[in-house]
């Protein structure tokens, strides 16, 4: 049987095995696909040994990504344009890398049937996870893509990377001169409950996503409710739509997102 892995620290939590798993009995493939915890002194040979051993491909988490990028052989655009890779595969000996996070947001974002083309676009933070999505956003043709950030300087820094006439990099406060059709939170402060400080006028009528998770709206989305959102999606169909692309990367065939969101979100529910 074809064997995967999910490579991170931490790893207990991660819930790509039962994606994959529900993936191979959607599509009838039998696959083995496990968690393995790893650290930055061992990662590479961690890796290398999976691939001794028969290993088909792998998935890289927090805090691998940027090192997942060096070990590869060859990468794909988006993973070159977001500095980091989320899923590697091995074929002949030789290790291929590719970035599935932000064709998974892409994807989540069209199955709630939200509009990209357009549309005005506001993007808060610039970390990895805002630089992962800015090619695969930009293909939808936005009217404008505007990145905020607390630290202005490192939306620059990504605004001057992409060279792209639709970028743009304001801070926070500025916000409030501009109107947005879809705010996206891709910083990390939703992981301890807390809220990027953007002005609340910003959220009216705009439709809102965390791309952070859980049982109950995360932080920033309850704020955004509070504030006049006219929708609010969390991150659950990034993660499944980014395994998506990783399965179909591997075996060839895309599954359908939809009822492996919905089991999800009901296990979650029944944990609430
Ligand atoms: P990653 O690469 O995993 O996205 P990162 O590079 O640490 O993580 O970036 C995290 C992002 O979340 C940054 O944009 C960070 O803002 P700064 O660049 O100003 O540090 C942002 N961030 C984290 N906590 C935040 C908070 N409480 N409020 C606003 N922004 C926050």
Redesign the pocket.
């Known amino acids: 049987m074809d064997r995967y892995l999910v490579i991170g620290n931490p790893i207990a939590q991660s819930k790509s095995p039962t994606i994959h798993s529900l993936f191979a009995d959607q599509v009838n493939q039998q696959i083995c696909y496990q968690r393995l915890l790893s650290n930055s002194d061992t990662f590479e040979r961690d890796i290398r040994t999976f691939i001794t051993s028969g290993g088909k491909g792998a998935n890289i988490t ?1 805090p691998f990504k940027q090192q997942a990028l060096a070990i590869c052989d060859d990468v794909s655009a988006d993973a070159k344009a977001a500095g980091a890779v989320n899923t590697l595969s091995f074929v002949d000996g030789k290790i291929y890398g590719d970035n599935t996070d932000g064709r998974g947001l892409v994807s989540d974002l069209l199955n709630h049937n939200v509009t990209l083309s357009g549309a005005r676009i506001l993007v ?8 992962g999505v800015i090619l695969p956003l930009l293909a939808h043709q936005p009217e404008c893509l505007v990145i905020a ?3 202005l300087s ?2 620059q820094q990504l605004v001057e990377h992409f060279a792209n006439e639709k970028l743009m990099a304001i801070d ?1 406060n500025t916000t409030r001169q501009y109107q947005f059709d879809l705010i996206i939170n ?4 939703s992981l ?1 409950s ?4 953007i002005p609340c006028a910003v959220v009216n009528d705009s439709i809102c996503y965390d791309m952070v998770y859980g049982a109950e709206p995360t932080a920033f989305l309850s704020w955004c409710t509070q504030n006049g959102a006219k929708q609010t999606i969390d991150g659950l169909g990034m993660l499944v739509g980014q395994a998506a692309e990783s399965f179909c990367i591997w075996r060839g065939v895309k599954p359908n997102s939809t009822p492996v969101i919905n089991k999800l979100r009901r296990e979650f529910q029944g944990e609430a």
């Open positions: 927090a808060l933070g610039a970390g990895g996870a805002c630089r950030n607390r630290t490192k939306a926070y891709a910083t990390s402060a301890t807390s809220l990027p400080a």
